[in-house]
């Protein structure tokens, strides 16, 4: 979509505001199954947590794509948005087996990631097939916050741990339908990434009912003009090869699965915001926008960098500004940014907004969530509504204590 969309959008719906272009979000699922193309069963789970719109799952539906979710209530989203739940896989992390089993309950396909929960699991219900999340140890992605196979991470079952594992399945006679693996974000060596697949597909030979391996996710997008990122046609092309040899050698095609959440809605989202107030100090320029780390905490949680761009200046003459918010703590969403010349009033416009942006939004300082449009075939389309003051007082109850009789009896007695 043109910036010039965006800034009607604003004008339309009122900003601060995120919105989301759905040809983009088509675009990314196509390129990941064109790459893949040659796999005979291929699967797409996309990950929910990374913007959970019930139109944008509903587009994913469309799009042919399953879903990954670590929530009982993703996966409730999910069968709200339509997806059948055989399409719909529970991978969570440290969760309650009540979780678990309320999931299976609803029919969607269980991810178990420790030896606990899948002895308890797979004692009760010997019969409900399970996939099995395997922490192949390879070390990978960017910020220690997001990267998840190192060796202390808690997420997984180590592959150290295979003969407790397989005697954990036979003693209950449980059934292993699939294997798992998720190393991490902004995964870039694709050898790396086929070295992690080589040990899942050593594991997997010790499972005969197993129909599917999920490679999980982690693909780096990029952030600007000619950033890195994840070569996913390459990727495509040697894991396929190397997938389909592994299924002759078994004997039987099974599934390839994977479920990335910021390869298929990160560039697709724009967060666009108004500048309250440019205030020059004796160091820097400061351009303070209607917003803060409440709307956007991704830079001040593990350092992403949002391109900031000027929709109502994009011509003007280049400066330095560091861009900030209202929240009553440093809030930066970016230092010493060349930004065409900022005026009180502008627009400003922070790309990769798709992905973990709105889905991290909170309340604090009391302040309203924003609106979310999508943006389809050229029309622009209200999925979710600005907050308002009743939704900040909607589960908050008063009681009606007395506060001032009770503090003057103490007095009283007090005296007395
Ligand atoms: C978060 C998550 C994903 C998605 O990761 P991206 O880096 O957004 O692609 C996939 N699988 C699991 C298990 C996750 O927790």
Redo the contacts with the bound molecule.
């Keep these: 979509m043109r910036d010039q969309d965006l800034i009607e959008v604003a004008r339309e719906f009122g900003s601060p505001v995120y919105v989301y272009d759905s040809e983009k979000i088509t675009q990314q699922y196509k390129r990941l199954t064109s790459a893949f193309a040659s796999v005979p069963r291929l699967r797409i789970n996309y990950?929910v947590?990374?913007l959970s719109n019930l139109s944008i799952l509903r587009l994913m539906n469309s799009l042919g794509s399953g879903l990954?979710t670590?929530s009982i209530q993703e996966v409730r989203l999910g069968l709200t948005a339509g997806f059948a739940a055989e399409n719909i896989i529970f991978?969570p992390n440290g969760v309650s087996l009540e979780e678990i089993e309320e999931a299976a309950s609803l029919g969607v396909q269980i991810n178990i990631d420790n030896l606990s929960l899948l002895e308890q699991f797979g004692t009760k219900h010997p019969d409900i097939p399970v996939c099995i999340r395997i922490n192949p140890h390879v070390m990978a992605g960017g910020n220690s916050n997001i990267s998840v196979g190192h060796i202390d991470s808690k997420f997984g079952i180590s592959i150290h741990q295979t003969p407790h594992l397989l005697r954990i399945i036979e003693l209950t006679g449980m059934h292993v339908n699939g294997i798992h693996m998720?190393t991490g974000?902004d995964i870039l060596d694709i050898e790396v990434f086929l070295h992690a697949s080589e040990i899942l597909f050593n594991t997997a030979k010790h499972f005969p009912d197993l129909d599917f391996i999920d490679f999980?996710?982690?693909?780096k997008v990029p952030y600007r003009e000619n950033d890195i990122e994840t070569n996913i046609e390459e990727l495509g092309e040697k894991l396929s090869q190397r997938f389909k040899e592994f299924c002759q050698e078994l004997g039987r095609d099974i599934q390839l699965a994977f479920?990335?959440?910021?390869?298929l809605v990160s560039q697709a989202g724009y967060f666009v915001a108004p500048v309250n107030v440019v205030k020059q100090t004796t160091s820097t320029v400061f351009a303070s926008i209607d917003s803060g780390f409440n709307h956007l905490i991704r830079p001040m949680l593990y350092g992403s960098r949002h391109e900031i761009r000027n929709l109502s200046n994009p011509e003007g003459k280049p400066r330095f500004y560091s861009v900030v918010g209202y929240i009553c703590e440093t809030d930066t969403f970016g230092s010493n940014r060349r930004i065409p010349e900022i005026s009180e009033g502008d627009l400003l416009c922070f790309d990769n907004a798709g992905?973990y942006c709105f889905t991290m939004a909170s309340n604090y300082n009391s302040r309203y969530r924003p609106a979310e449009v999508l943006w389809h075939q050229g029309q622009a389309y209200l999925i979710r509504e600005r907050e308002n003051f009743d939704d900040l007082l909607r589960h908050q109850k008063d009681p009606q204590i007395d506060f001032a009789a009770q503090s003057a009896k103490k007095k009283a007695s007090a005296k007395a």
Aim: hydrophobic share 35%; glycine share 16%.
């Design positions: 990950a947590k990374a990954d670590v991978t998720h974000s999980g996710s982690g693909f479920e990335p959440g910021k390869f992905a």
